[in-house]
């Protein structure tokens, strides 16, 4: 089959895995008899309401994104800017695929962010998520919009540099800067992109502290400290998580976790994030992504040669090409997030699994992933569909489920 015609399949396919997902949004869906005993009929009823909109809003915003780009590609349209952009840059390929890269991304979000505004302002304030003001929240997006600006150009010069140097083996070397691409963002992160959106200091000496990193050298992964990032400045949720890579490695507490949540309930959810360090969850992310990138840019490869044989795309390194780059990385993401948020779930399972072992209190288990759900408006049992697609961690439900029988476990172990 041709490529263009495997492209519109691809399209088709992703459309309809949208479609399904709103019509699932929309559907009524009665609580489970086991999410009605362990949560308030008003708390279930708000949360299916908020989780409702945020559902329909990816469904619309990836819809929108996937067919401006395909109108974009499929019109001519890439063919006309991109001949544009060579002017523009004196005939520099590299360049001119850089200009109509940034060009794109900001066009992008410029059509995204009404979705962007009522899904990440609107919503989450008439829900009591979100504590930001909105000049606060729009110098975020814009922060957000222009790292991401700054990665595209970096990502199609280096790309494009390839292309120009080996027009047939390029995703070879591609693969290999995708990698190593994918590591230094993962070690450079919490030092250079977290601290343009949150202020982190250490946790101040404790009895707590002691503990949190009693269990983390316990665990094999001695931490010489734990953060705490001023999320209240921006939201109600609480989190905690792992980031960076070597001498980056930190673990992180929203202050929001520190307010609200009592010791025993801190220190499970530190021995959660210390679960993903004593497993190398990041590691492991970080290489099931390169070997992913090995594969797209192989596809990748064989999609614009394929193009061009039909006469579709000009030659590489036309910078038409960017936009079915993004095109068709859009549609590799979405074909593939369930697969990687099925691994992401079972690793989260893993983590959850270590911290029952290594926390001292690990019968609070059931009260944290209770109030856990409470605090952020979680759909606790979600349509299989949505979890299929969507859910990066075990639904809360089935979470509380795992403590409870943990607990039982534990107390079992003790009386015998
Ligand atoms: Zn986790």
């Not at 708000?46 to 469904?59: H, K, P």
């Not at 856990?372 to 949505?386: G, R, T």
């Amino acid at each position: 089959m041709q490529a263009e015609r495997w492209i519109l399949a691809g399209l088709l396919t992703a459309f309809g895995m949208l479609a399904a997902l709103a019509a699932v949004a929309l559907w009524p869906h009665a609580p489970s008899a086991v999410a009605a005993q362990f949560f308030p009929a008003a708390f279930l009823e708000r949360s299916a309401a908020y989780s409702r909109g945020a559902y329909l809003s990816f469904a619309l915003r990836t819809a929108v994104q996937l067919g401006l780009l395909a109108w974009i590609a499929f019109s001519g349209l890439a063919e006309r800017w991109g001949e544009r952009a060579l002017r523009l840059c004196g005939g520099r390929p590299v360049l001119a695929a850089v200009l109509f890269a940034v060009g794109l991304a900001l066009l992008l979000s410029l059509v995204d962010a009404p979705f962007a505004y009522w899904r990440g302002f609107y919503w989450e304030h008439r829900f009591g998520l979100s504590t930001q003001p909105a000049a606060a929240w729009w110098a975020d997006q814009a922060k957000g919009w222009a790292i991401g600006a700054a990665l595209q150009a970096v990502v199609f010069a280096a790309l494009f540099f390839l292309i120009v140097r080996l027009p047939h083996a390029w995703w070879v070397p591609a693969s290999a800067l995708l990698a190593a691409g994918l590591w230094l963002l993962t070690l450079l992160s919490p030092v250079v992109i977290d601290p343009l959106f949150y202020r982190f200091r250490p946790l101040p000496p404790s009895p707590l502290k002691t503990t949190l990193l009693d269990m983390a050298s316990r665990a094999g992964v001695p931490a010489r400290d734990v953060w705490v990032a001023d999320a209240s400045r921006r939201t109600q949720r609480v989190n905690a998580y792992v980031t960076g890579s070597g001498p980056t490695r930190r673990i992180v507490l929203y202050d929001t976790l520190l307010q609200k949540y009592d010791d025993a309930q801190v220190e499970l959810v530190v021995a959660h994030e210390i679960g993903h360090l004593a497993e190398a969850h990041i590691a492991k992310g970080v290489a099931l992504g390169a070997a992913g990138g090995v594969l797209g840019l192989w596809l990748l490869a064989r999609f614009l040669r394929g193009l061009w044989e039909r006469g579709i795309l000009s030659p590489l390194p036309h910078p038409a090409a960017v936009a079915w780059i993004l095109l068709l990385s859009s549609l590799g993401t979405l074909s593939t997030m369930p697969l990687q948020n099925a691994i992401s779930r079972q690793f989260e399972r893993q983590a959850d699994a270590i911290s029952f072992r290594l926390a001292p209190h690990p019968e609070a288990a059931v009260s944290l992933e209770r109030r856990l759900a409470l605090s952020n408006l979680a759909d606790v049992d979600p349509q299989p569909y949505v979890e299929w697609l969507l859910f990066t961690h075990p639904p809360q439900l089935e979470r509380l489920l795992a403590a409870e029988a943990a607990a039982r476990r534990a107390g079992g172990a003790k009386s015998k």
